[in-house]
């Protein structure tokens, strides 16, 4: 499935991200009410690209019902990957390094994975 993950879009992702928050199949009139900015055709033509792509599932009831084959953690844990391996030959440590230097991590953002940091290396003992 990474080939799905790797063509979704970021108009697509959109989509995606509406299917995630609900724990429901959802139909288009649903989706549309939930990305109300959108032209419904634009919407239509999104699901189908992701259901082409195996990112979303389409079921036939009285109506479409559309979710998502694609779980959110999936899709982040891929493209963080990806982008480590494109901008920082592959680096997690430079590209924290680049999250402190620009001030993307906070203190307290620091502080909370030094704890986890420590609870897996505890956990390791």
Same mark, same amino acid.
């Given at each position: 499935?990474?080939?799905?993950?790797?063509?979704?879009?970021?108009?697509?992702?959109?989509?995606?991200?509406?299917?995630?928050?609900?724990?429901?199949?959802?139909?288009?009139?649903?989706?549309?009410?939930?990305?109300?900015?959108?032209?419904?055709?634009? $919407? +239509?033509? %999104?699901?189908? =690209? !992701?259901?082409?792509?195996? /990112?979303? #599932?389409?079921?036939?009831?009285? &109506?479409?019902?559309?979710?998502?084959?694609?779980?959110?953690?999936?899709?982040?844990?891929?493209? $963080? +990957?990806? %982008?480590?391996? =494109? !901008?920082?030959?592959?680096? /997690?440590? #430079?590209?924290?390094?680049?999250? &402190?230097?620009?001030?993307?991590?906070?203190?307290?953002?620091?502080?909370?994975?030094?704890?986890?940091?420590?609870? %897996?290396?505890?956990?390791?003992?």
């Amino acid at each position: 499935m990474s080939e799905a993950k790797e063509k979704i879009t970021d108009t697509e992702l959109e989509v995606m991200q509406v299917l995630w928050e609900t724990e429901a199949p959802m139909t288009l009139a649903q989706i549309k009410a939930a990305l109300s900015g959108r032209n419904g055709d634009t $919407i +239509k033509t %999104l699901l189908r =690209r !992701l259901c082409q792509k195996g /990112a979303v #599932a389409q079921e036939k009831r009285e &109506v479409y019902y559309y979710r998502p084959l694609v779980g959110k953690e999936e899709l982040g844990s891929y493209r $963080i +990957k990806k %982008l480590i391996d =494109r !901008l920082y030959a592959g680096s /997690a440590k #430079a590209l924290t390094a680049t999250l &402190v230097r620009t001030e993307q991590l906070k203190q307290h953002d620091l502080e909370e994975l030094q704890e986890m940091f420590s609870g %897996l290396w505890e956990e390791e003992k």
